[in-house]
T-cell receptor
């Protein structure tokens, strides 16, 4: 069935290092992907998105890479900071009839250590 | 500008009781979504409103869940009767009309439901 998932449930990195969070999806018809960050006690917060006609998009300290051939999505965070500690979710658009309703993955917990 | 607000932030009820969660979307956002995250699992889509109409309710688990959005403003999600497996965090999100903007969903902080 259609699903979005993550390779690793937890990731620990040292402050200042780069982080890479991976995500696999199974619906080859998905055309829109988003990364969300959820801090403890808060709702998911938009980080960056990418459409299927792109393979890379950069934001401030973050880069999303999309490999449609292997249905893989990744989020790269440069110079990871303690404030980046959170759970990161990838999500895909459910389909054009669902507006921006999304399918989420299980999330990766990122822990930044000093 | 006020964000998406949800109430209550935490509710503890016994199995068989009823709980009603409320969501106030960002003003002007026609699209309102309910999601749920059960402990340690993915965030799952429940349903999507466009104004007062249900656009997609394919994620609603069963008929114990009832969502309404009368008047196209705030929305309520009622669970009756609640079961143990309903425990989790219920998120509400809103967005502008699809086709305008980036498609970003704005989430509330969630309502944590604990069924004992």
């Amino acid at each position: 069935g259609e699903s979005v998932g993550l390779h690793l449930p937890t990731l620990s990195v040292q402050e200042g290092d780069n982080s890479i969070i991976n995500c696999a999806y199974s619906n080859s018809a998905s055309d829109y992907f988003i990364w969300y960050k959820q801090e403890s006690g808060k709702g998911p917060q938009f980080i960056i998105d990418i459409r299927s006609n792109m393979d890379k998009r950069q934001g401030q300290r973050v880069t999303v890479l999309l490999n449609k051939t292997v249905k893989h999505l990744s989020l790269q965070i440069a110079a990871t900071q303690p404030g980046d500690s959170a759970v990161y979710f990838c999500a895909e658009n459910r389909g054009s009839n669902s507006g921006y309703a999304l399918n989420f993955g299980k999330g990766t917990s990122l822990l930044v250590t000093p | 500008e006020a964000g998406v607000t949800q109430f209550p932030s935490h509710s503890v009820i016994e199995k068989g009781q009823t709980v009603t969660l409320r969501c106030d979307p960002i003003s002007g956002h026609d699209n309102l979504y309910w999601y749920r995250r059960v402990m340690g699992k993915e965030i799952k889509f429940l349903l999507h409103f466009v104004k007062e109409s249900k656009q997609d309710e394919s994620g609603m688990p069963n008929n114990r869940f009832l969502a309404e959005r009368t008047g196209g403003t705030y929305s309520t999600l009622k669970v009756q009767p609640a079961e143990l497996e309903d425990s989790g965090v219920y998120f509400c999100a809103s967005s502008q009309d699809p086709g305008v903007g980036t498609g970003e969903l704005f989430f509330g902080e969630g309502s944590r439901l604990t069924v004992l």
